[in-house]
């Protein structure tokens, strides 16, 4: 380990650019689908001793250093967004004609962009850096911040948070509840960070004391969570019974509105279907869920076609599902807006309750103001097909069902925002996400999409209730465990109770909070230690 190690720490100009960006790539192993989450500590046990390489001599001054060391973070983001994000070219392809001379764009560029954080992150840590164990921790508070800054800033996107590497296991998840995603990510960076010491400590006690420690605290988290899954019971909630339509349609040029008519009959006759020799259909069904986005039509403007959803459902059934929708137009406007929705049908047709999207997706849903003219001037849109896009909801507020407990509604990739989940007012009793991921095929980014929703259930204590487009729709309980799902890439459908929820966890209760008590303490040992090294 020495001799790897001093040979990354000597690396320079294109050999250590290349280095940084193999770890970074090496890193994002530890997302789903493959969740190697062991693959995080190669990649920041290289970033460690990238960082003591970064050091320039006395004559050039702090100021270079910094700059080396947010080059190598660059370098090592690059890495990391490309091998874990490079699905997203799939949604360039959808509309190939028009989207495909963009897909560099979202390939290279997105992951161009993405990486300024982590180089913030490394020349944060830098900054706080000393010898031996202690930059361990200006590791962790520096890589903990930047990823909480890209969860943020210019709307944010949190996706494969590195916190995430340690929130697929069910065992490792369940801290989650008390730490959150951001303390999840300090606590993986601190741990995996570990085996840095391996190769630059000069005592073998001093080489193995880190290690140890992170592997003594991975496996109490573990035992921990094993614990609180075996004590865990979840009953059902009464007089609920669920049903998810997973249609698989593809995002492609069947789903127009010319095709409208058919694509509801299958939806209908699927919806219908009966799913075991006891069961009929949708007879004893109280809630149908359909995914995001589900007609190629302005479904509340379509009387025949709420007809036929009436006539489907048995008396009192009550359809949820994703739905475009247009409003009343402001004062002066032509036309009302568009919202990306979730709507609520009853029985007799009417649309009983309404959630409209807040957090849309930039140049998905809706082209950034200050960029639109300049931006469509060279022909590019947003890739929905609504005049001017998608206009964000008024505000976040739970979707009142009859029958169900109020529900933190989510539409697509707001369920990957931990702090956003949970409207203000009356806590709810589950998370519905409806989404339609069909826009990347067969490929990471669903798996990546789910498991980051099923997080939000154990930091939160409420179940989850997923209806995707293409997949994976499921049903989450408070702990993480899933009691029902569809696989990506199937058409179909599944019926399940509602997992009841949990008392309110630490982490409902306290948020980040707790995050920013860790990332204090972290950083006081990076300072101490950098003082110690200074007497």
């Known amino acids: 380990m020495r001799a790897i190690a001093d040979r990354i720490i000597l690396l320079a100009g294109w050999r250590r650019a290349l280095v940084a960006t193999l770890a970074g790539a090496v890193g994002a192993l530890s997302m789903p689908p493959l969740g190697i989450w062991p693959a995080l500590a190669i990649s920041l046990t290289a970033a460690v001793w990238l960082l003591d390489g970064s050091a320039a001599g006395n004559s050039a001054g702090r100021a270079a250093t910094l700059r080396r060391a947010a080059i190598v973070g660059w370098f090592w983001g690059f890495g990391y967004f490309v091998a874990g994000l490079w699905w997203i070219g799939a949604a360039f392809l959808?509309?190939?004609?028009?989207?495909?001379?963009?897909?560099?764009?979202?390939?290279l560029g997105l992951p161009a962009v993405l990486a300024l954080f982590p180089a913030f992150g490394f020349a944060l840590a830098r900054l706080l850096w000393?010898?031996?164990?202690?930059?361990?921790?200006?590791?962790?508070?520096?890589?903990?911040?930047?990823?909480?800054?890209?969860?943020?800033?210019?709307?944010?996107?949190?996706?494969?948070?590195?916190?995430?590497?340690?929130?697929?296991?069910?065992?490792?998840?369940?801290?989650?509840?008390?730490?959150?995603?951001?303390?999840?990510?300090?606590?993986?960076?601190?741990?995996?960070?570990t085996p840095a010491t391996l190769g630059t400590e000069d005592t073998r006690a001093g080489r193995a004391a880190a290690p140890v420690l992170a592997t003594a605290l991975l496996a109490v988290m573990a035992l921990l969570g094993a614990q609180r899954l075996a004590t865990g019971e979840v009953p059902a909630v009464a007089g609920v019974k669920l049903r998810v339509m997973q249609p698989n349609l593809p995002q492609d040029a069947k789903f127009r509105p010319a095709n409208g008519s058919k694509i509801l009959r299958d939806y209908l006759a699927l919806s219908d279907r009966a799913t075991s020799p006891d069961r009929t259909g949708l007879g004893d069904i109280t809630h149908l869920i359909w995914p995001e986005s589900a007609f190629p039509f302005l479904l509340h403007r379509e009387p025949n076609a709420l007809a036929q959803i009436a006539a489907?459902?048995?008396?009192?059934?009550?359809?949820?599902?994703?739905?475009?929708?247009?409003?009343?137009?402001?004062?002066?406007?032509?036309?009302?807006?568009?919202?990306?929705?979730?709507?609520?049908?009853?029985?007799?047709?009417?649309?009983?309750?309404t959630y409209d999207k807040v957090h849309l997706v930039p140049f998905g849903e809706y082209v950034p103001h200050m960029l639109d003219a300049a931006l469509r001037s060279i022909g590019i849109r947003e890739f929905v097909k609504m005049p001017g896009g998608f206009t964000p909801g008024e505000r976040r507020a739970a979707l009142r069902v009859a029958g169900l407990p109020p529900a933190a509604a989510t539409v697509c990739y707001e369920a990957i925002f931990p702090d956003e989940v949970v409207p203000d007012g009356p806590r709810p009793g589950l998370i519905l996400n409806v989404t339609n991921d069909g826009w990347f095929g067969q490929t990471a980014g669903p798996y990546q999409h789910f498991a980051q929703a099923r997080l939000r259930s154990v930091e939160t204590g409420l179940p989850l209730v997923r209806a995707a487009n293409t997949g994976i729709s499921a049903v989450v309980d408070p702990y993480g465990r899933i009691w029902s799902s569809l696989p990506l890439g199937q058409e179909g459908i599944l019926d399940s109770a509602l997992p009841a929820a949990i008392a309110p966890t630490l982490q409902a209760q306290f948020g980040k909070l707790i995050a920013i008590v860790l990332c204090t303490f972290c950083a006081a040992v990076a300072i101490g230690a950098r003082g110690r090294l200074r007497r």
């Open 94 to 107: 959808v509309e190939a004609d028009v989207f495909a001379w963009l897909l560099p764009a979202g390939v």
């Open 130 to 193: 000393s010898r031996g164990p202690g930059r361990l921790f200006a590791l962790a508070v520096g890589l903990t911040v930047s990823e909480w800054l890209r969860g943020h800033l210019f709307t944010g996107f949190p996706w494969n948070t590195l916190g995430l590497a340690l929130g697929q296991n069910e065992w490792l998840m369940q801290s989650a509840s008390v730490l959150g995603l951001w303390g999840l990510t300090l606590v993986a960076v601190l741990a995996l960070a």
């Open 312 to 353: 489907m459902l048995p008396r009192g059934g009550i359809l949820v599902t994703g739905a475009a929708r247009q409003g009343e137009g402001l004062p002066g406007e032509v036309g009302g807006r568009f919202y990306n929705s979730i709507q609520a049908i009853g029985s007799d047709g009417a649309v009983v309750a």
